[in-house]
């Protein structure tokens, strides 16, 4: 190698050394071709360089220059690292990367007998050993920006703590960031698709052709396949969680996209990061959840415990029960004594109809052997033309021993999920015993104030609410009822007709009188009514038609007498003094023939 040629080969190397040492390995493959072809023009004084891509990595970088070949897709010579190609006019230098030939150099109008074949050949293994440098730099550059993109897109999907946004954004980001690829998702289980997600069921049938997709997500490996006839690549890769694998991302290129193995690579990494996320969300969705039925339970429970009335607390429960399960219908009912199904208060009003009947037996028959709780995704499969498909059904128990049962029902079949049940159970599980003692106090309460025959209210608490009334209320009336020649019916008819007349008489009272106002037996054949806030004239009007309903509707057929008194604020009077003059009138009713109304003003 002359003195020339080698201070040629020194200019080239020192052109490459100033390039690299100046732009600290900021630069682009375009760039670094650019470099290279002008040093090749200006060094070797040629016409033209040009630089002929070869490698896939580079099929979007244009020939710099105008060549004959343009973007090559044939070799017109077996090229081998550091060696340079000529014959004739034509002068290639060929640019490897890791044994890999990337491109070539095209040199035009270069007088090649002006250098040896050792001068091309070392300015050969110069220009590859400037491009490996810096594609190797490039390399890097775009691997350490491609992972500082992961990381802030994963560090986006983990700080999402909804199911359906995770699935949202791991779409937008693969839309944008591959543009021309199509994503689908499989997913594991039943999904509520809100914001038109690409989703596909994930099933085992081999007739709809997704097979790799289900291999995926039971292997957790991801799968590819490429249909040479469509000129099509699939890819599915498993979106997976620490405890399972949560469903399948698969990725569609077609035509000329090619995934590449450090797209592949990518995709793989974002749905493992997302499958973490949608596992961290779903967790977060479960405690957030178990936190709200821990909160009811609780807050329920402590309601009960308060003594309230069966009522009040009977309507908080079924309210509770609506709002959390997004029923239709609750009721709950208790057995009596007796075996008689009771429906308790505050069951919703389908409860109370006698198209309940049907699934109250139904359920009934089915826990109260074995006291297991129902759970029913359609039970028209059972029931047919039932107008609530949707069924649970938990027993409540206490000592073994079937107490009642709490019924949800919805008209949508398979609206409740399992965990629905669960809650149910647990519900009415911590419940039951409140519930229970709540029932027999609220029963030895009607046992202490009714009258046992007649089922009336008995005498000390008739007297207690009207007190109260009379310290609360404007006005009322009192009526006092004595049943006429009762002495001879129990003679003549015996004690049990004696009875059965008291029954019917105070049937035909509780029938005639409004929610508000209150019956009870004052003592033998006596009985009275009290009527907060009417006045005198819709009293006697009332006292006058259970006169003559008693006469019409008894059998054997009795009368009665009625005596009337009446007050108001004005007046200023206490209950004995409105008992006195009741029973004052009831005496002049019964001295004046019976079977009539007497007011006492």
Not at 394 to 403: G, H, I, L
Request: aromatic residues 10%.
């Amino acid at each position: 190698m002359g003195d020339y040629d080698q201070i040629v080969v020194m200019s080239i190397k020192s052109a490459f050394f100033e390039y690299v040492s100046n732009n600290h390995q900021q630069y682009s493959v375009n760039e670094i071709i650019e470099k290279l072809t002008f040093v090749m023009k200006k060094e070797l004084s040629v016409g033209q360089a040009v630089f002929l891509p070869i490698h896939d990595m580079l099929t979007y970088v244009s020939p710099y220059m105008k060549s004959n070949y343009g973007p090559i897709h044939f070799l017109p010579h077996d090229f081998i690292e550091g060696e340079c190609y000529v014959n004739g006019e034509q002068v290639f230098i060929p640019v490897f990367h890791d044994n890999v030939l990337h491109g070539l150099i095209e040199l035009n109008e270069l007088e090649a007998n002006h250098y040896s074949d050792k001068v091309l050949d070392e300015i050969a293994k110069a220009c590859s050993s400037f491009y490996s440098h810096c594609f190797n730099s490039v390399q890097r550059t775009r691997n350490e920006h491609k992972f500082e993109q992961l990381y802030h897109l994963i560090d986006k999907l983990h700080s999402i703590m909804n199911k359906d946004d995770v699935l949202t954004e791991l779409m937008t980001i693969l839309q944008k960031k591959f543009y021309g690829y199509h994503f689908h998702l499989f997913l594991s289980q039943d999904h509520e698709n809100l914001r038109n997600i690409p989703i596909k069921n994930l099933d085992f049938d081999h007739k709809t052709g997704n097979e790799l997709a289900m291999e995926a997500y039971v292997t957790g490996n991801a799968q590819l396949i490429k249909k040479k006839k469509k000129n099509q690549t699939k890819l599915y890769t498993p979106l997976i969680g620490k405890q399972g694998v949560y469903g399948v991302l698969q990725v569609i290129a077609n035509e000329n996209l090619e995934l590449g193995d450090h797209n592949e690579s990518f995709i793989a990494m974002l749905a493992n990061a997302a499958g973490k996320a949608l596992e961290n969300a779903q967790l977060y969705e479960q405690s957030k959840r178990l936190i709200k039925d821990l909160q009811l339970i609780n807050e329920t429970t402590h309601r009960l415990n308060k003594n309230l009335r069966l009522a009040d607390t009977m309507n908080y429960m079924v309210q509770s029960i609506m709002n959390s399960f997004d029923a239709d219908e609750v009721g709950f009912f208790y057995l009596a004594p007796n075996h008689s199904v009771h429906i308790f208060p505050g069951s919703t009003s389908f409860f109370h109809k006698d198209e309940a009947k049907v699934y109250i037996e139904y359920v009934q028959g089915k826990i109260e052997k074995d006291l297991e709780g129902l759970f029913i995704g359609d039970i028209t499969n059972f029931l047919k033309n039932a107008s609530f498909s949707s069924v649970m059904a938990v027993p409540m128990v206490q000592s073994e021993n079937f107490k009642g049962c709490a019924l949800v029902l919805h008209k949508t079949p398979y609206h409740f999920s399992f965990d629905m049940f669960k809650l149910l159970q647990s519900l009415i599980h911590h419940s039951t015993l409140a519930l229970t003692n709540s029932l027999l106090r609220e029963e030895l309460e009607t046992l202490v104030k009714t009258d046992h025959l007649t089922q009336l209210y008995s005498r000390k608490y008739f007297t207690s609410f009207i007190e109260n009334s009379m310290k609360m209320d404007r006005q009322g009336t009192f009526v006092l009822i004595d049943i006429d020649n009762f002495k001879m019916i129990n003679d003549t008819f015996g004690h049990q007709i004696g009875d059965d007349i008291l029954v019917q008489v105070a049937n035909i009272i509780k029938s005639n009188i409004r929610e508000n106002d209150i019956g009870a037996r004052w003592g033998g054949e006596e009985l009275a009514i009290y009527l907060p806030q009417v006045d005198l004239h819709v009293g006697i009007t009332v006292a006058d038609r259970i006169v003559k309903r008693v006469k019409e509707n008894t059998n054997p057929t009795i009368t009665i007498s009625c005596g009337v008194s009446y007050w108001n604020t004005v007046m200023k009077e206490s209950f004995k003094q409105l008992f006195s003059r009741a029973d004052k009138a009831l005496y002049m009713a019964k001295n004046e023939g019976k079977n009539q109304v007497m007011v006492q003003v």
